[in-house]
Structures are given as C-alpha cells and as structure tokens.
C-alpha cells in the first residue's frame, strides 16, 4: 500500500491505481529469500524516509509494535503528527476536534480546503497509520494526515486505519536500512552504529552480511 500511494502522489497520471496495488501487495505476499525482503524494505525506506521524512519503516517493522486494523475509525479521536498548517492554525499535535472547531471559525479556510478535496483520488481510501502512544490514549497519525484533514474538509467521520499499539518485547529489531548503516560506518560513527545495532537483530545481519569497512570486527566484538 505504501509504494502504490507514494507512487501515485509521484505520478498522478498513472492509470488504475487498484491495479498498482494489486501488483505491490502480490510481490509482498510472495517475497522468496533475505535478498527480496532486503530489497522491498530498502525500497519502502527510501521512498517514505527519502522522499516524504517519514519514519515509518522503524514504526511498522518493529517487535514492539503489535498492528491492528480498524475499519471505519472514528476520525475524532485522532491526533495529527504533521507540520502543515492550515490558514495560520498549526496541526502538528492538534487534535481532529481542534482543527474542526478552528475551520468552523474560519469559514474561508474551510472552504478553499473543500476545493482542494473535491475531487476524491482513489488513493484517499487507503488505510491511515496510527500509533497509540504509551501511557495515554491519544492516537497520533504517522501517514495520512492529509487524508484526516480531507475527512475533517468534507464531512466524513471514519476513516480505515492500521492502529499500532506498544508491547513488551526485549529488542525492537526493526528494520534498518543497509544505505543508514553503510554511512555510519562511512563516517566512522561507531558508538551511535553500536547502539542501532543493539535494538535489532536485523541490523546486526546487515551489518554482518553487506557493510563494507575495516572495524567489522570491532563493532561486533562490542554488542
């Protein structure tokens, strides 16, 4: 689903966007070998991390992390983790309810917002990312803020949603892209390439198997 969306926010002239997601979600679901789950999670990395700042592999990936669907999600209960505004009104933290009572005080807002959104991309009905934090219950959206503020636009109150909750669980050993650890390598950042590698066990592999430098040895010898 992330490929397919970025992809389509990329080039919006592609043709059939269920059929490029069909084609994405086929290759996830037959991914044969260390070299293919390598490829499509540096692949995922450098389009969200890359291209959007967003770092949402370490977020999906990780063990202490459980993922769950919710189909139709109250959009009232989330939170925006974006730092986009809307006339003079900052959403990053804001809350759905926040920004509702804020483009119902500014009319002309809302309205130049309805404008952008009239048109429904096939791509809006995509399921948001959405992590609860620990020790609260607030629900903040690390992809699709802009598909929240498109709900808040027009009208509409749920929303698909994959919603992430923290576990217990001894390592995180979420996925790290091999580029990340070839530059620290690169840059001789041994103590912060020491500590990546103690949260995961996935790292460690890469490392091992496809980091090119001289203290190889060095830095396993430390974890």
Do not use: C
């Amino acid at each position: 689903m992330l490929i397919a969306h970025e992809l389509d926010k990329l080039f919006p002239g592609l043709d059939d966007y269920d059929h490029i997601k069909a084609v994405v979600n086929k290759r996830w679901n037959n991914l044969d070998g260390e070299v293919a789950i390598r490829n499509f999670w540096n692949l995922i990395d450098s389009t969200m991390m890359g291209y959007e700042l967003k770092d949402i592999v370490r977020l999906i990936t990780s063990e202490k992390v459980s993922w769950k669907l919710e189909e139709k999600y109250p959009v009232d209960q989330l939170r925006f983790g974006w730092g986009e505004k809307v006339g003079n009104f900052e959403l990053n933290g804001k809350t759905a309810k926040e920004v509702t009572d804020y483009l119902e005080k500014h009319k002309d807002v809302l309205e130049n917002l309805k404008k952008r959104y009239q048109k429904k991309l096939p791509r809006a009905n995509d399921p948001i990312i959405v992590e609860r934090y620990s020790g609260n219950d607030d629900l903040h959206v690390h992809d699709g803020n802009g598909r929240l503020l498109r709900a808040i636009a027009v009208g509409q109150q749920t929303l698909n949603a994959y919603i992430g909750t923290q576990v217990q669980a001894q390592k995180s050993n979420h996925w790290v892209p091999t580029s990340f650890l070839q530059r620290l390598s690169d840059f001789l950042a041994i103590d912060t390439l020491i500590r990546v590698l103690r949260e995961s066990d996935n790292a460690v592999f890469e490392f091992e198997d496809r980091v090119v430098t001289d203290f190889k040895q060095k830095v396993l010898e430390a974890l």
